[in-house]
């Protein structure tokens, strides 16, 4: 079976190609989610991504997993109809990018996957039934995400330059803002993303920042915590207790008075931030929950779920998927 396997963000996307299950090509293309990028463009960047990794060989089934397109139906069937009509031999399979990593990391089986990225969402599955909580976007929710780590840190950072002492501004209890303490943090992120001035940061949040903005604060503040900065690490370890409670939640959906499920986790931020990754961990081991390496990539999830049929596992949590 000749594979094709896609993961799409809001940060980037990545694709591999799969002969009987081997990984033979992988590529990493832009963030292709339909809400933050448009839709023309996210189909052009799939399908240009799709065409560059499988190059000339064939393909048999097509899995990919977008962000965005489970709240836009338009998004579903443009993306759909686009990569069928490029590769119609094809069985083409599209689903959320959530729906993938889900698949990807426990092989199909059960398990609970929590993504803190760009976005934050935490979905599980077991017997037959999956359970998505958060993944509201940013303007609802997404506590836990690079966007409202950064948004965050922002408003420590404009609140100490206006002098005000509030531990409400900086969404830290009983920790107040103070100029001293935030400089650190107020001189990495001017520098980082090339600002005049920390008031910069208002037109940055009024057109939303851009992902590689995001990445570049969050990058800020992992390696400022990981060097001691008090206000980093807490800030990291709000975002690492909001995360921690998406997995909470769906255990209890799930299956409150049994064994917990297995945690695995997706997404630069969970990965890339040690501070906030330990303190996500800790959380979860204080509830007897243990975090587990996911067993595949979330584009070799997809690509398992377009080469799957409706007796097997993959093909079951398929869907249950379908069914939220």
Known sequence: MRALGIDGGGTRTRAVYLEDGVASRTLVGEATNPLSVGLDVA??????????TVGSSDVDAIGIGIAGVGASESAHEAILGAVREAFPRARVVLTTDVVAAL?????????????????????????GRCVRVGGWGRRLGDSGSGFDLFRRAARCVLAAEDGIEDANVSGLPGQHVVMGEVKPLRDGIVAALALEHARDLVAVFARDPRPDELLLAV????????????????????????????ALAVQTKLRSELAPLPVATAGGLLLGASTLREHFDARLAAHTVPVVAPKHRPEVGAAL????????????????????
């Open 43 to 52: 189909v052009g960047r799939v399908l240009a991504l799709a065409q560059d």
């Open 103 to 127: 698949a990807g990391a426990f092989d199909g089986g059960a398990g609970i996957l929590v993504v803190g990225g760009t976005g934050s969402v935490a979905i599980g599955y077991s017997g």
């Open 219 to 246: 990058d800020v503040l992992a390696r400022l915590a990981e060097d001691g900065d008090a206000l980093c690490r807490s800030l990291l370890h709000v975002q690492a207790d909001a995360l921690a409670a998406l």
């Open 305 to 324: 779920l377009a080469c799957s049929d409706d007796n097997d596992t993959y093909g079951s949590l398929l869907a249950a998927a379908r069914a939220l």
